[in-house]
């Protein structure tokens, strides 16, 4: 497998390695959020505004994108993250690499990346749907920090990591 920087001619892969792998929580989410859901991972600007606002990581096996997640350096607060926090988003594996360590991986990149921006604190959120994330989040260090609104009818935390 090969971790190489992610960019704009990946999209489409990204698009379909998403639907791949969060196809899995369609059976846990009612009709309407799951079209939501649907609508955004099939959605080319999801990827592309997070690659303007900072940078991804995908894993490659042979010609198949099998691995991503976005970092996106301090400098960009919304309605969860402050100014003042990296941010990792969209940590995805294709189902037929879960439990490899690539989630742990390209967490590591991440949080690399924060420490090399000076940043001190990156942050993720997370939803219930997501257990096996929020072991490998936790067992990085990152801690939770509080929950959020519901999102797609479902319980979500804010995590942060001092770095």
């Not at 704009?8 to 196809?23: C, N, P, S, Y």
């Not at 490659?60 to 997640?69: C, K, T, Y």
């Not at 360590?101 to 420490?115: D, F, I, P, Y």
Request: with cysteine; hydrophobic share 40%.
């Amino acid at each position: 497998m090969q971790y190489r920087k992610g960019n704009t001619a990946d999209v489409a892969f990204m698009q379909a390695l998403a639907l791949a792998a969060w196809g899995r929580f369609e059976p846990l989410l009612t009709k309407a959020n799951w079209q939501l859901l649907y609508q955004n991972l099939n959605s080319p600007s999801t990827y592309l505004s997070l690659l303007e606002k900072g940078e991804a990581q995908v894993v490659e096996d042979g010609d198949r994108l099998v691995g991503m997640a976005f970092w996106i350096p301090s400098g960009h607060p919304d309605a969860i993250y402050q100014a003042d926090w990296s941010q990792i988003r969209f940590v995805t594996v294709h189902p037929d690499y879960s439990g490899k360590g690539m989630g742990r991986k390209l967490t590591e990149w991440c949080v690399e990346m924060a420490q090399q921006n000076n940043d001190h604190t990156i942050a993720l959120h997370t939803s219930e749907m997501m257990d096996n994330a929020r072991h490998i989040y936790e067992s990085m260090g990152f801690i939770m920090v509080k929950e959020l609104e519901p999102r797609l009818g479902k319980r979500y935390w804010l995590y942060t990591k001092v770095i």
